[in-house]
């Protein structure tokens, strides 16, 4: 169960329940603008076969519902197609989370990864499997789709996220390990400083902890009580983003934290300017 709003006994009735409910409610938008394609009917094809394999897919065994479902985008920028069937492009992943008691909706992972390298064709369809690499682009979306899923429960149970980091990790390494020679992808592993391998390791590393502590005091503790508490929401945002910081300062440079202001900022700064009282407002 995604929520942790609703009453105990009815938690525990759900999660003993069989699921085949999905979790995910992805909307994928393709641009071309940088390579020169005829075949714009395959364009759509791939969009409404990547959006069919993230929403049509049981990705947990827990139960949401319908308006649980957690709402994400997925941005492809095709920059190249060395041949027919094969593409380079970039991508941006971005995923929201709502407020509770209000229609707010807030961003909570917001990720550009620069290479995006696969191969499609609209005859084989999208395949799945946790334990052997399928293909690069089925490992890219069933990847993403747990760090969503993985993110969106930090932010409503304490480091609720962990099982799904691990099944992360496992496609991670699966894809890392691959032999299939054009569907080689450096960003699985750690060459370079900010990309999906550094993504997951931030989330994963204990030295790191207070970032993913810092997501449920943030969220949970912080905007889910701002309506009616204001003032000690603040406060549990404050203690987040010192945790943020801390975490950031043991590691100069480190990516989640990046990520975290980068998402976050604007409304950082937005909540702290509307604080009321102005004894308070230096200490925010």
Known sequence: MRKILLPLLFVLTLLARPSQAQELLADVQITTENVNVSDRQL????KNDIQAFLNTRSWTNQTYRPE?????RIFIGITAIPQTGTFEATARIVSTRPVYGTSYETNLLSFADKRWAFNYSPQNPIDYSENTFVSNLSSL???????????????????????????????LNNAANQNVTNESDPAWKDGESRNRYWLLNNLQDPQLEAMRTGIYAYYR??????????????????????????????????????AFFDTKSDEISNIFRTAQDPSRSSRW
């Open 221 to 258: 503790q912080g905007l889910d009580i701002f309506i009616q508490k204001p003032d000690e929401a603040r406060a549990s945002m404050v203690t987040a983003l010192q945790g943020v910081q801390q975490a950031a300062t043991r590691r100069p440079g480190t990516l989640l934290a990046r």
């Open 68 to 72: 649980e479902r957690i709402r994400c």
């Open 43 to 46: 364009i759509l094809q791939m």
């Open 141 to 171: 979306l069933s990847f993403y789709a747990y760090m969503i899923i993985g993110m969106d429960q930090d932010s409503f149970a304490k480091l609720g996220g962990s099982p799904y980091y691990d099944r992360a990790r496992n496609i």
